[in-house]
């Protein structure tokens, strides 16, 4: 319900969003010093006073009845609200907030716990293990995860295996590992006794042809 003018979002009634699916609706601004004035389809719909940048400019009268309270419930609403769902959704939800002290992230806390009470108690928990694991705390990747069941096991996981060259037999050595490094720390143990050696230099050949053969 808001449009974006000089680094701030300013509210218009609700009803003026276009349903899903349609062309967004085009907001025309007339700002002073002071004031900033939203138009649409030469109508005006919408009086703010002019605050600068800054993150939102919302009147209660501009949104919809199920979504005006929302704006005044605060980071502890919605941490106590997901520790209903449990340890791991509120373990997720905390992380969501404090992600970043600089910026409120109460309206992202919202979507996702609102997203989380769809599920059953057992899917949002693995949703929320499942984001936390990988560190995903924003909406939009909480979405991606229920929507694509990442969370969720694959069915085929088992039927998956690393390629080999041997195919089904298994591979069949002469000697088994341990003989094997065990001649290696020899060959190892060998080599630090012994004495340094020189490189030995090769001989140019230049331009004659050398010939290999049986006399």
């Known amino acids: 319900s808001h449009f974006h003018f000089d680094?701030?979002?300013?509210?218009?009634?609700?009803r003026?969003?276009?349903?899903?699916?349609?062309?967004?609706?085009?907001?025309w601004a007339r700002a002073t010093t002071t004031t900033v004035t939203a138009y649409i389809d030469d109508t005006r719909v919408a009086d703010h006073d002019r605050l600068g940048p800054g993150r939102l400019a919302t009147k209660e009268d501009h949104l919809p009845e199920?979504?005006?309270d929302y704006r005044h419930r605060d980071a502890a609403y919605w941490r106590e609200r997901a520790g209903q769902l449990g340890a791991?959704?509120?373990?997720?939800i905390d992380?969501?907030?404090d992600h970043d002290s600089a910026k409120s992230r109460v309206d992202i806390a919202c979507s996702c716990v609102r997203l989380l009470e769809t599920l059953s108690p057992e899917r949002a928990t693995s949703v929320a293990r499942h984001a936390l694991r990988?560190?995903?705390v924003h909406y939009r990747e909480l979405k991606r995860i229920v929507e694509s069941c990442l969370d969720q096991p694959r069915q085929d996981a088992d039927e998956l295996q690393v390629g080999n060259s041997w195919g089904d037999a298994p591979p069949v050595f002469a000697r088994s590992g341990v003989d094997?490094?065990?001649?290696?720390?020899?060959?190892?143990a060998e080599r630090r006794d012994a004495p340094p050696t020189l490189p030995t230099p090769l001989a140019p050949i230049g331009h004659q042809e050398v010939r290999h053969g049986t006399a």
């Open 88 to 92: 791991e959704v509120r373990a997720f």
């Open 7 to 14: 680094g701030r979002l300013y509210s218009v009634p609700w």
């Open 66 to 68: 199920h979504r005006r």
């Open 180 to 188: 094997y490094r065990e001649r290696v720390d020899v060959r190892c």
């Open 95 to 97: 992380t969501v907030v």
């Open 16 to 27: 003026h969003v276009a349903p899903e699916g349609k062309k967004a609706t085009v907001v």
């Open 134 to 136: 990988f560190g995903n």
